[in-house]
């Protein structure tokens, strides 16, 4: 299998994460690509050129974070990190959904921060701002544990570092101490050591 990836993308974070702890690095080649250069090999699997993109094993492309984690939970040996069904699959997936939302609030804060200083909209990045931040307290309050990995708290973590790494000048963890334990012991994780957006 292929995964089309960047290095600080969280959504593409997530999908490594996960095919490390089900045990398929061996089995899934990281190819970085260039997503402001040209990117003919992900252009043909992927046309709006967003990472990241996994070749299964059957060949055909699967372009939302999601869903390739869904696909390599199934992949791998013993105990998921996705619940087959019932409450506890819901429980899990509404936590990957809040840090979901949590990302692309991030994401249209970090767009906005890129335009001309001239056409940047301050009302709009402190809408921004204020949504990650209120999807953050929400985290704090589902009480998560590193202890109880599953896709929710990956991608609660992949939230967290992303937001250190592109929004350095935002204090997230100020009356945030659950998540700021949460962050540590993931970060401590070899999956997540390996997959820093800062790491090279």
């Known amino acids: 299998m292929k995964l089309y990836i960047t290095t600080p993308s969280p959504y593409a974070r997530k999908c490594r994460i996960v095919a490390r702890e089900r045990g398929l690095a061996d089995q899934v080649q990281e190819v970085v690509v260039d997503l402001y250069g040209a990117a003919p090999e992900l252009a043909a699997v992927a ?8 070749i299964a094993r059957d060949g055909l492309p699967i372009t939302d974070s999601p869903l390739i984690c ?18 506890e699959r ?52 589902a009480d998560l544990s590193a202890e109880r990995l599953d896709i929710g708290v990956i991608t609660a973590g992949c939230v967290l570092t ?39």
């Open 162 to 200: 992303w937001t250190d790494f592109r929004h350095p000048e935002f204090d997230w963890r100020a009356g945030r101490p659950k998540l700021v334990a949460l962050q540590a012991a993931l970060e401590a994780r070899p999956s997540f050591a390996a997959t820093r957006p800062d790491a090279a």
């Open 90 to 141: 819901l429980a899990v997936r509404r936590i990957e959904t809040l840090g979901q939302g949590a990302l692309e609030m991030g994401v249209k804060w970090v767009l906005e921060k890129r335009r001309p200083e001239s056409e940047q909209s301050p009302s709009w990045m402190a809408r921004w701002r204020d949504r990650l931040g209120r999807s953050l307290d929400a985290l704090e309050a």
């Open 70 to 87: 869904e696909y390599l939970d199934g992949l791998g040996d013993g105990p998921g990190l996705i619940p087959m069904a019932g409450p």
């Open 47 to 54: 046309p709006i050129d967003q990472v990241p993109v996994l």
